[in-house]
């Protein structure tokens, strides 16, 4: 202890531009390996390497503004997302199908977005060295490594990207009246619109910010009929594009159906808090059939010891903490009916900014003094740690097989796991494995996605075309919408010499799905046997639009 007797935290932590190098110092070694990692399989290839013929062409910018980011016309799906879509669009311009720049990329969104925290929480009045202290935290934190290492988890750490400028230009509008923070502040709210459908809630955080937190009242009551007006314009265009884009995909939510799902799911609340405080049960794949409370639990007992030792509390500050956390995390908690619940720990990363806050408003961090030895001790253990327990913890998402290995492992009740587990092992030539694991997963869950169309696979594969034929079927009733369970029946009609009943399973394939570059291809084949010039050279020339090779 005693070499910290002469550590002067604030002249090596705090002075200049200093903070700001340490925070992107400390980040960037806890992620620097991901930067060597591989596809997931999970969402990043449908995400990316399915629909790389759109990504890579500049062209489709504004397209993107029109579309579902899954780009297929799955019933199930309706996510709109268009910056996401954008920016794995520069990725692949510079990368391609390599993995790097992806990561590359989720590495400096997560660099930038930690510099951002500390930003936001010293305008919001929170002392430096604590601001510095939950930044460098924030940039280590083992939770939030999904949505770094793991391609898809962009979305959270984009979404704080823009969340966090727009309440910082907002605030310099208040401090400096500058009009221009202001225009800012909308751009950047606009931007957050546009990654992710939670952000339609801002505006209630800036009115309680405005009503309550800042000492500006008045100015902000003058600026409100602006803010709404504003407001209105940019929802409504969003809400236009939106309609485009999902209207072959339709919601499958109901505003009721949608807080029965939130009520439903209220317990992952304790299981978020845990992973926060004690973050030792972490998961690629966690549900709570799956997961332990008790770190919850033991967090929330030395939450509210800490709440009760604390002389004095910051309570308008708390209550804006605990608004932002419930904004920001609540909308994850929906899901569709039938569906089993997965709660992924990269939709913790911009609540936990949230539980900052709260922490700050208490008097037993507000008064914690960073010249004291002990403390510098505390503050280079808790790094160290949680440095460790990150770099561990990104090891799981380095490559599919070790993604879907631990899955199963963290998650042995969830068909999905055991399912893509199969589909890894499928790609790998490991036949045998792959059967085990879609078998698993059907034991669990009869009507599981895509399950049966990969045992018609497995089972085209052994030669026992009638049980495939019975899977794919199987599959199409449970999941009528499903492209490749439509694309494998026409493979297995074709391989029976079945050519026209191929060529209808195609064509039903390409109607679902129109990038479907394989049923595409097989349709130019079909036509140009039976002598269809002008169709084959159509669907030819489709099929090579989406880098389909022949």
Do not use: C
Not at 7 to 35: M, Q
Not at 319 to 325: I, P
């Amino acid at each position: 202890m005693n070499k910290f007797k002469n550590f002067e935290f604030s002249k090596i932590f705090l002075e200049g531009k200093r903070p700001y190098l340490w925070i992107l110092g400390f980040g960037f070694f806890v992620y620097v390996r991901s930067l060597s990692f591989g596809f997931t399989y999970f969402d990043d290839n449908v995400l990316i390497l399915d629909n790389l013929f759109f990504l890579k062409d500049i062209n489709n910018f504004f397209k993107a503004f029109t579309i579902e980011v899954f780009h297929v016309l799955h019933s199930s799906a309706a996510y709109y997302r268009p910056l996401l879509t954008i920016s794995y669009m520069f990725d692949a311009l510079i990368s391609g199908n390599n993995p790097f720049f992806y990561h590359l990329t989720n590495v400096l969104i997560h660099l930038s977005t930690s510099i951002f925290v500390f930003i936001f929480l010293n305008k919001l009045k929170i002392k430096r060295e604590l601001s510095f202290l939950w930044a460098v935290v924030f940039a280590i934190h083992p939770v939030l490594v999904q949505a770094v290492a793991w391609l898809p988890g962009r979305n959270d750490s984009l979404l704080a990207f823009f969340v966090l400028p727009s309440f910082i230009f907002l605030i310099s509008f208040f401090e400096k009246r500058k009009s221009y923070y202001l225009w800012l502040y909308l751009l950047f709210f606009a931007l957050a619109l546009f990654t992710k459908e939670s952000s339609i809630f801002i505006p209630v955080l800036v009115l309680f910010y405005g009503l309550l937190l800042s000492d500006k009242r008045n100015l902000f009551v003058n600026i409100l009929p602006f803010l709404f007006l504003e407001w209105m314009v940019i929802f409504s265009v969003w809400f236009y594009l939106r309609s485009i884009a999902l209207l072959s995909s339709p919601v499958p939510y109901s505003i009721l159906g949608s807080i029965k799902s939130i009520f439903g799911n209220l317990e992952a609340i304790i299981l978020y808090i845990g992973k926060v405080i004690l973050p030792f049960n972490l998961s690629v794949l966690p549900t709570l059939q799956d997961s332990t409370l008790v770190y919850g639990f033991i967090s929330l007992v030395l939450i509210l010891v800490l709440f009760i030792f604390s002389k004095k509390k910051n309570y308008p500050l708390i209550a804006f903490g605990l608004l932002w956390f419930f904004v920001f995390l609540l909308p994850s908690f929906i899901r569709p009916s039938g569906y089993v619940p997965d709660f992924l720990e990269h939709r913790i990363y911009l609540p936990l900014v949230g539980i900052f806050v709260i922490f700050s408003s208490l008097s037993f961090f507000e008064k914690i003094d960073f010249g004291k030895p002990l403390v510098n001790f505390i503050f280079v253990l808790i790094i160290v740690i949680f440095s460790i327990l990150n770099i561990w913890h990104s090891n799981k998402f380095k490559d599919k097989i070790s993604f879907w290995t631990s899955a199963v492992k963290t998650s042995p009740s969830h068909p999905l796991a055991h399912k893509n587990l199969g589909a890894m092992y499928y790609l790998d030539h490991e036949y045998n494995k792959a059967k085990q694991e879609f078998l698993k997963a059907v034991e669990i869950n009869f009507e599981e996605p895509m399950i049966h169309n990969n045992l018609g696979l497995i089972y085209m594969r052994e030669n026992n075309f009638d049980k495939a034929k019975e899977e794919f079927e199987l599959e199409l009733k449970i999941n009528p919408n499903y492209d490749n369970a439509l694309f494998n029946l026409g493979l297995l009609y074709w391989g029976q010499n079945e050519k026209q009943k191929a060529a209808e399973m195609w064509l039903k394939t390409v109607l679902i799905n129109p990038d479907h570059k394989d049923a595409l291809k097989g349709l130019a084949v079909y036509y140009g046997e039976i002598g269809d010039r002008e169709k084959a050279d159509y669907y030819l020339y489709q099929a090579k639009l989406r880098g389909a090779e022949f």
